[in-house]
Each structure stands twice: as C-alpha cells, then as structure tokens.
C-alpha cells in the first residue's frame, strides 16, 4: 500500500487514480503525518463478515409445525 501526501494528490489526481485503477493496490492519503483517506480500486472487496453468510441456503423438508411424536407419548410424560 502506497502512502502519498495531499499535495501530492493534488497535482497528480488522474494520474493516481489511474495506477490505482490497473494496478488494484490501495493509496492512503496523508497530511502533515496523519491519515486522511484510503482510495481503493473497485473490485477491491473487504473481506466480509461470517455473519448472514448461509442465508438462503437452507430448506424446510417436511412439517414444522405438528409434534415430533405421537400423542400417546406425550400422555406417559403426564404421570
């Protein structure tokens, strides 16, 4: 990751963008030793969270809503 000064940015605006466009490496922009903005390309993705990420994969096979067993087993568990 290359790390460039604002002034820099500035003056050679296209010219980075471009370089960062083909190259899809990140440029960090900086002034005065403290960090700005990071210009990343567009097919640059973030690594994503686990979270969500078997949404929609999975199926309902069957029924869901009657009981797993037969009454006469739920009568037994009442004693």
Same mark, same amino acid.
């Given at each position: 990751m290359e790390i460039i000064n604002i002034s820099h940015l500035q003056k050679n605006c296209n010219a980075i963008l471009e370089k960062v466009n083909h190259s899809d490496e990140s440029v960090l922009i900086c002034r005065k030793g403290k960090f700005l903005a990071k210009i990343v390309p567009l097919s640059f993705s973030e690594k994503k969270s686990w979270l969500g990420c078997m949404?929609?994969?999975?199926?309902?096979?069957?029924?869901? &809503? /009657?009981p797993a067993?037969? &009454? /006469?087993a739920w009568e037994v568990l009442k004693q």
């Amino acid at each position: 990751m290359e790390i460039i000064n604002i002034s820099h940015l500035q003056k050679n605006c296209n010219a980075i963008l471009e370089k960062v466009n083909h190259s899809d490496e990140s440029v960090l922009i900086c002034r005065k030793g403290k960090f700005l903005a990071k210009i990343v390309p567009l097919s640059f993705s973030e690594k994503k969270s686990w979270l969500g990420c078997m949404a929609g994969t999975g199926r309902i096979i069957g029924d869901i &809503i /009657s009981p797993a067993e037969n &009454i /006469s087993a739920w009568e037994v568990l009442k004693q």
